[in-house]
C-alpha cells in the first residue's frame, strides 16, 4: 500500500518561498510517477508538476514555470516542492500523488494514491 505524508505549508508573504516535503512509502518515488497538486477554494483540483517515474521527465504547469521546482530523492523516498516567487494565486490546498503509469501530464482519476493535503497561503 502507498502511503504518502505532506509537510511543509503555510503562510507566507506575496514573493517569498515555501518548500514542501512528501514522503512515502518504501521505493514509491523510484517506481511511481509522482505529482503534486493543488486545489484553490472553490476549484478543481489541478496538476502543478510531475515527475515521471521511468525517465525522470519532469512537467509543470505554464502558472508555476520558473518559479516552482520539483525534485525526488529515491534515497529518502521524498519529493519535493520548491516554490518561489509566491502570489495570493497559489493559495490552495497542495497534495502529492503516484500514479503507476509513466506520463505525468494525465488527469487526476490516474493517480491512485494521495496524501491528506497542506494549505499554503500567500498574503498580499
Known sequence: ????????????????????SCAASERTTSNYTMGWFR??????????????????YTHYDDSVKGRFTMSRDNDKNTVYLQ???????DT?????????GI???????????WGQGTQVTVSS
Open 1 to 20: 500500500q502507498v502511503q504518502l505524508v505532506e509537510s511543509g505549508g503555510g503562510l507566507v508573504q506575496a514573493g517569498g518561498s515555501l518548500r514542501l
Open 39 to 56: 486545489q484553490p477554494p472553490g476549484k478543481e483540483r489541478e496538476l502543478v508538476a510531475g515527475i515521471s517515474g521511468n525517465d525522470g
Open 83 to 89: 516554490m518561489n516567487s509566491l502570489t495570493p494565486e
Open 92 to 100: 490552495a490546498v497542495y497534495y502529492c500523488a503516484a500514479s503507476s
Open 103 to 113: 506520463n505525468v501530464a494525465v488527469p487526476t482519476s490516474n493517480y491512485h494514491y
